[in-house]
């Protein structure tokens, strides 16, 4: 059972891990430097 | 049983410990975070404007006088670390006494979903400070109503300090904690109903009445609701980005993580995880979990309606009708309330699997260990100011040199490019922030206050605002501006959209070039005068003397009986 146990919580952590990781290498937020036409525009983009 | 010291130790010290990996970028150098809504300055000058007494909108009433008398004496930069970092401390102890009887990895779990999560993120990265303070004063307020339910005649003091300070923050804040306090306290005893209005209502008479006395306000509603309506972050759609905490409309402040499906419906996990554990969390206070669940119900509902099909022009339609009901139009900060029933019901789960533990099945204890790290797991980008996205700027000196000429000469300033009331500045690396003009200066400040969406502009709220745009397409606009009793013309360089306006150039800096208009000709008492009449401003003095009075005869009473910061049931 234990061993059951840590498979499921290992993998459900290392896969939040992993896929939150990838998509912060492929991201960023709009906190860098925007376009005036960005800036003005309080925009959902 | 943790010794109730050493408890309180333990709370405070790992909600420093979010606090510190959160904010931390904030705090190891000098300078101020300038993005989004998140303004602060060296030296906020004092303005009737703050108190609510100019006739506008109060947005930001008290909270800035309170900001303004604050950095007389510290500064500005001392005090936005003060509030960033008393607010998570203060928060996170606050979720630690609602489960207080819990053990210690039950109270962090609560902490940690609490202060690390889509909401705190999101309004973290869209700048807004006292909407994200208003939310942490909220554990506050579910104490304040145990106690009302237990002896309302003693429990009144606490609902009166926590809903206070909560309507200081912000006028959507105030009214989240008054309806906290009715879902969670009024029984069929008629004194907790009694508590609850007078307390609800003598705490938010801070921005209730400059709010109703506003004199130049005109609240537009037309398209606004589904402008500012909740997102579907991920493929998973709208529903499992609300139950997770995030949803907000401005998906350009998203993390990546929640773009991801997955991710999204793993959060979804610790949602249900934490709405399982509810009851187990508050099993000693009989019947509060289902007063939870519908304060959590309620907010989703709240958040989710705008962004549902016919949502936004039921709530327009409401709102042509009840103006007050405009203060919904951004639906998903008033998720607030859900984050704090998941962090309460985290504990309970991370309790509920504790008890699982037997011989064969230490391995639970990793489970009890995943309910307090998930939140984290879940988005690490939150870490270190959003994974090092939101670092620190300082003013360039010429801020002060214009602030001293406006001090020596004062007259109403006109804040150019008229374009919006973002700014995108070189030295803040381009980041968008509302401009600081308003803040930074003395005397009356103007800004377009207009908010330019993707497909339509939604009006200035403040009529003075539209004198000033028919000013500047005037054929002389330095002679219009005049006419409507401008006398300086602020030009903020390297941003686009500027109207060039004739007058003499008092400063002309990188950065800034002040124009005083008066050596051009007379500068009228014109349209522009701020101000409300002295019927008014004895009606707003006398709410603000009334929600004061209410928090400090509440916090008076409250420090006499003994204080949940004490961990004393």
């Not at chain 2, 609902?159 to 912000?170: E, I, K, Q, W, Y």
């Not at chain 2, 397409?473 to 030009?491: F, H, M, S």
Request: proline letters at 6%; charged letters at 15%; aromatic letters at 6%.
């Amino acid at each position: 059972m234990n061993l059951i146990i840590s498979s499921i919580v290992g993998a459900l952590a290392a896969g939040a891990v992993a896929i939150g990781g990838v998509q912060a290498y492929q991201g960023s937020t709009d906190q860098k430097p925007v376009s005036d036409a960005e800036l003005y525009t309080y925009s959902s983009e | 049983m943790t010794r109730p010291g050493r408890a309180t130790t333990v709370d405070v010290a790992w909600s420093a410990g979010i606090a510190l990996v959160v904010l931390g970028p904030l705090l190891v150098g000098p300078g101020y975070w300038l993005f989004g809504d998140m303004v602060f300055v060296p030296h906020q000058p004092w303005k009737p404007a703050w108190l609510g007494l100019d006739g506008a909108l109060p947005r930001a009433v008290p909270m800035d006088a309170l900001v303004s008398v604050a950095t007389q004496v510290v500064p500005g930069s001392w005090v936005q670390r003060a509030l960033l970092v008393g607010g998570f401390v203060l928060g996170g102890l606050g979720v630690a006494r609602v489960v207080r009887d819990h053990a210690w990895y039950a109270r962090a779990a609560a902490i940690t979903l609490l202060l690390w999560n889509p909401w705190v993120y999101e309004r973290l990265l869209i700048g807004q400070w006292a909407i994200l303070l208003g939310y942490l004063v909220l554990p506050w307020v579910v104490l304040a109503a145990r106690r009302v339910r237990d002896d309302p005649r003693r429990g009144w003091a606490q609902a009166a300090v926590a809903v206070g300070v909560a309507a200081v923050c912000s006028p959507s804040s105030g009214v989240m904690a008054v309806v906290a306090l009715a879902v969670l306290a009024v029984t069929r005893d008629r004194r907790t109903w009694l508590v609850t209005a007078t307390v609800g209502v003598a705490a938010n008479l801070t921005w209730l009445v400059p709010a109703l006395t506003a004199e130049t306000v005109d609240v537009a509603t037309d398209g606004v609701f589904e402008g500012f309506a909740a997102r579907a972050e991920s493929g998973a759609g709208l529903l499992p980005s609300l139950l997770s905490l995030g949803g907000i409309w401005k998906t350009s402040v998203l993390p990546e993580a929640r773009t991801s499906t997955i991710l999204v419906l793993l959060s979804c996990l610790l949602t249900v995880a934490a709405a399982a554990g509810l009851r187990r969390a508050v099993r000693n206070h009989p019947g509060e979990w289902r007063r939870l669940a519908a304060l959590g119900l309620g907010a989703l509902v709240v958040a989710a309606l705008p962004a549902v099909p016919g949502g936004a022009g039921l709530v327009e339609d409401l709102a042509e009708r009840l103006p007050g009901l405009a203060l919904l139009r951004d639906s998903h900060r008033f998720l607030a309330p859900l984050g704090v029933v998941l962090a309460t019901g985290a504990a309970g789960a991370a309790t509920a699997a504790r008890e699982q533990v037997r011989p064969g099945r230490e391995a639970l204890w990793s489970v009890v260990g995943l309910i307090v790290a998930a939140p984290v797991l879940l988005l690490p980008v939150l870490a270190w100011g959003a994974g090092g996205e939101l670092e620190r700027s300082s003013y360039p000196r010429e801020w002060d040199e214009v602030a001293d000429l406006l001090a020596d000469a004062p007259g109403t300033v006109v804040v150019l490019p008229w374009t919006g009331s973002y700014r995108g500045y070189g030295w803040n690396d381009g980041r968008a922030v509302l401009d600081p003009a308003p803040r930074y200066l003395p005397g009356e400040v103007l800004v377009d206050d207009r908010v330019l969406l993707d497909d339509q502009v939604v009006p200035a709220e403040d009529p003075r605002v539209e004198v000033v745009r028919r000013a500047l397409a005037a054929d002389d606009p330095a002679e219009a501006l005049r006419a409507a009793g401008v006398r300086w013309v602020l030009v903020e360089k390297g941003l686009a959209g500027v109207v060039a306006v004739a007058g003499e150039t008092v400063h002309d800096g990188d950065g800034l070039a002040l124009v005083d208009l008066e050596p051009g000709g007379e500068v009228s008492a014109g349209p522009l005068d701020g101000g409300t009449g002295s019927g008014t401003t004895v009606l707003v003095v006398v709410g603000h003397a009334l929600s004061g009075v209410c928090v400090l005869l509440g916090f008076g009473a409250t420090i006499r009986r003994g204080s949940d910061l004490r961990h004393v049931t």
